[in-house]
């Protein structure tokens, strides 16, 4: 009912930016709390940043200052601003969304993308 389609992946050299983006389509009453995810190999999955659909954002001490999240209400839509990219960034990126369905009676469930891989070199 709910599919969130990411982009924006890819491969950069150290130092370098690359903006995520994932939109959310289906049967949506309203979005909650968006966020992104990463996993490396052989690592579990990990936080890297979350925001709400009022603006109030939460990002891992390991990319504070150098990423940035972002979302259009209006899109369903949520981005990710990641600069001064660092070898240990790399990992497959996951969007994930809080989603009021609009379904014979609304319910809220939990819907990940895909994933995105960034790869960046030293």
């Known amino acids: 009912q709910v599919q969130l389609g990411e982009s924006g992946g890819g491969l950069v050299q150290a130092g370098g930016s690359l903006r995520l983006s994932c939109a959310a389509s289906g049967s949506i009453f309203s979005i909650n709390t968006m966020g992104w995810y990463r996993q490396a190999p052989g690592k579990p999955r990990e936080l890297v940043a979350t925001?709400?659909?009022?603006?109030?954002?939460n990002y891992a001490d390991s990319v504070k200052g150098r990423f940035t999240i972002s979302r259009d209400n209006a899109k369903n839509t949520v981005y990710l601003q990641m600069n001064s990219l660092k070898p240990e960034d790399t990992a497959t990126y996951y969007c994930n969304a809080a989603v009021e369905v609009a379904a014979p009676r609304i319910y809220e469930d939990d819907y990940w993308g895909q994933g995105t891989q960034v790869t960046v070199s030293s």
């Open positions: 925001i709400t659909s009022g603006g109030i954002t």
